[in-house]
């Protein structure tokens, strides 16, 4: 991928991880037990119970973005030994 498809992508990417993070918050409420989970491409409905998974995800999408944006704006990988 070149830097203006990593661009967009990160864009996408970012948009789901307000999705998911919109969820968590709404979930968080003892009086709420499901949210219609919207993140522009697909719509889904998840349950409290998947909170896990939700978290899962959540830290998944931030581990990408962070690597899309090492990505996209030419950034290496330095491997130093600890000893």
Known sequence: MNATELAAELVITKAHLAALNAAITALQDPTVHRYD??????????????????????????????????RKDGAGIIVQPGF
Do not use: S, Y
């Not at 919207?38 to 349950?47: A, F, H, M, N, S």
């Not at 409290?48 to 090492?70: D, S, T, V, Y």
């Open 37 to 70: 989970l919207d993140t522009g491409q697909t719509r889904t409905v998840v349950w409290r119970h998947e909170l896990p998974k939700i978290f899962q995800q959540r830290r998944e999408l931030m581990n990408e973005i962070c690597m899309m944006g090492a």
